[in-house]
Structure formats: C-alpha cells, structure tokens
C-alpha cells in the first residue's frame, strides 16, 4: 500500500512539472507572438497598435504582480510611477474640460495616454517573474517590423525601416558574456548606422559595446580600447555618406527638432499650469513650426511643410518633438512632473544596470533600450509606435535590474 502510494505521489509530481513546463512554453510562445503583431496598426480610437492592446489587456495583473515584487524599491518605484501616471490622466481630462477640446480630439488623446501605461503594465507583468519573455518579446518586434517593411506599410529605408529590426535581432542573438565579440559586432552595427546617417543609433550602439567591453574586462587594458572605438565612431561620422546628402538631411532633422522646441516652449509659455488638452491642436502654433524652419533654412517652403504635416495623422496637433515638453504642452505642470520622474527613474536604473557586478547574458541589449529611453524621453515625440518602444524600453530596465537570477 505505502509503495503504491508513492508511486501515486511520484505520477502526480511528474504531471505537475510536464504542466508547469507547458506552462511556461505557452507563456514565452504568448509573448514572442504578441510581439510578432505589436506593430498592426488598427484604428480604434485614433491610431493604435495590436500589441498595445493586448498588453494593455495584461496590465490588468500588474495588481496582483505587485504583491510579489522582491524588494521594497521595485514597490516604491511602480507605487510612485502608477500615482503620477493616474494624476498626468487626471490632468489631461482636466485640460480637456477646460480647453472645451472636441471629443474626437480627447478621445484618441485619452487613448494614446491609457495605451502606453497600459502597454507598459503588461509589458512588465508578463517579464517580471521571466525575463526572458520581454526578449523574446523583442524578438517578436523584430518579425513584426521586418515583416511591415517588406509589404510596403512601413518606409523601406533605413533610419525608419531596417534600423531597429536589424539592431534588436544583433543585441538579442549575441550574448554580451562574450564581451570581445559583442564588442566588435556592436561596433560593426554602430559604423553601419552612421554610414546610414542613423546618428543616434550609431552613437548608441558604439556606448553599448563599451559599456559591455569594460564590464567584461580586465581594468588594464579598457583605456586603449575606449580611446580606440570613440576615435572610430567620429571618424564615421565625419566621413559617412555623401556629404551634400548628409548635409542636408542633417540640417532638415535639427532645424525641425528646434522648431518643435521653440514652439512647444511658447505653448508651454502661454499656459504653463493647465496644459491645452491631451490633443493639443493650434493653427497657429503649425503656422509658426512651418515658418520657422522655413526662415532657419529647410529646403521644403512653409507651404507645403503645413500640407504635408495636415495631411497626417496627428494634424495640426503642437509639435514639440519631446516627450517631456509635449507632456508638458498637453497635461501642464503635472505632465511634466510625470514624465521628468519617468527620466530620473530611468537614468537610475541604468545606473544600476552599469554598476552592477554581474555580466548578463542581455546586458547590451538593456543598456541599448535604456539608453534609446533617455534619448526619446528628451528627442522625441510622443506619438505613433515612439509609444511602445518606450514602453519596452522602461519595461526592460526595470525588469532587469530586479536582481533575480541570470538577468
């Protein structure tokens, strides 16, 4: 009798552990598929992406995730994120009534903002407890944006087609452990950007194989090696491409991004407290973004800068071309409160990532989207499918500087 009830006891443990391995198939096959359709756009309330929307479905566990976070600062961290997060939503509802803002505006406005926190909240629900599903994930994001160039829906060049699927694939089949390789294909990739003009990805990619060279070496030989790669990376900066062609391409690029600067700094002027609505529209503000790179020398006229830019999704909504000042023009004050904190909290976990005594298997992959996230936050704006790459990118920092196991 004893000897069958163990027997019994040993059957229903094996079942156990087969269940729980299917488990966990099914969970890392989930999350490379939700991946793999992150960026179908689909228009719901104004433009949005499926992947939004399931991650936004997982977010409603981040709750019960809470309770099992390990330590005390990852509680405090996300207490804070998703407090400040609730009042920027606040905010922008206030904005709204306050601005009389047309519901086909603050409808996709409202969206925009719940999608991304929502994102982010299932990107980490998912990852937390395996890290390895927000990789995989990445790897997902890879098929999904390979495979929306090459029907045609997304532009098939390179800053804006081929530039993240090539570079996320790299960080996530090269294990940092071998830091001399990684090194060397990091820096291979970040020549390659920059002779594609992609100057940030270049820049970025060049700090990512530094970071995991130091990290994986000896502390006699880092100097040579530091001096060497930046003296690399400026000299493909300097000689990549046509220079005609890169000349204006660059001027473009800055002279937008200054314009969108100065115009979000007059409307965040104008109104510093409230903010104009989570759709902030102004024909006037669109008429001074044309003029302006118009009179700071872009080779497009005003004219058709505004024709073009009407004809887009967001309209003549205020481009200040930052997520923090955008956030500031559309939720006042509080928006930047919320998004400043998302920066701070953003540096110190990258921070932590560089500190940390341990190299990871995905350590250059975390520092790139940590890094990328700094930059966004401060560059970029906070529209389209800038949302879940932003979302990946917290998401991955705070998930892998949790400290558990091999991450």
């Not at 960080?171 to 060397?184: P, Y």
Request: proline share 2%.
């Amino acid at each position: 009798m004893t000897r069958s009830a163990e027997e019994s006891g040993n059957r229903s443990l094996s079942a156990a552990l087969h269940e729980s391995r299917l488990s966990v198939v099914a969970s890392d096959a989930f999350a490379f598929l939700v991946g793999a359709v992150a960026f179908v756009e689909v228009q719901v309330v104004g433009r949005l992406y499926v992947g939004e929307l399931i991650l936004f479905v997982c977010g409603f566990g981040l709750p019960l995730l809470y309770r099992r976070l390990s330590t005390r600062r990852e509680r405090r961290l996300l207490a804070w994120f998703f407090l400040l997060a609730a009042m920027y939503l606040l905010a922008l509802v206030t904005a709204d009534l306050y601005r009389g803002t047309a519901f086909t505006d603050y409808a996709r406005g409202w969206a925009r903002a719940l999608v991304f926190l929502g994102g982010l909240a299932g990107l980490i629900t998912l990852g937390y407890r395996r890290p390895t599903r927000l990789v995989l994930f990445v790897a997902g994001t890879v098929v999904s944006q390979l495979a929306l160039t090459g029907f045609g829906f997304w532009p098939a060049d390179w800053k804006f087609g081929y530039a993240y699927p090539a570079t996320a694939a790299v960080l996530v089949l090269v294990s940092s452990r071998k830091h001399v390789l990684s090194f060397a294909v990091l820096t291979c990739l970040a020549l390659a950007h920059l002779l594609m003009d992609f100057r940030i990805f270049g820049a970025i990619c060049i700090v990512a194989a530094i970071l995991t060279y130091v990290k994986g070496s000896p502390s006699g030989i880092r100097r040579r090696f530091v001096a060497s790669v930046a003296f690399v990376y400026f000299v493909g900066a300097t000689l990549g491409g046509d220079a005609d062609d890169l000349i204006a391409r660059r001027q473009g690029s800055n002279i937008e991004r200054l314009a969108g600067f100065m115009v979000g700094a007059e409307a965040i002027r104008e109104s510093p407290l409230i903010g104009h609505g989570s759709w902030a529209k102004s024909d006037e503000a669109l008429d001074t973004w044309a003029m302006m790179q118009e009179q700071l020398g872009s080779p497009r006229s005003a004219e058709s800068i505004q024709q073009q830019v009407l004809l887009s999704p967001d309209g003549a909504t205020i481009r200040a071309h930052s997520m923090i000042l955008q956030a500031w023009v559309e939720a006042g004050l509080v928006g930047l409160v919320f998004f400043g904190f998302a920066f701070g909290a953003a540096g110190r976990m990258l921070i932590q990532l560089v500190s940390a005594p341990v190299l990871g298997r995905h350590y250059a992959l975390v520092c790139f989207f940590g890094l990328w996230l700094l930059w966004a936050l401060v560059m970029s704006p906070f529209a389209g499918v800038s949302r879940l790459y932003t979302a990946t990118s917290f998401s991955l920092l705070f998930v892998f500087t949790g400290g558990t196991d091999s991450r």
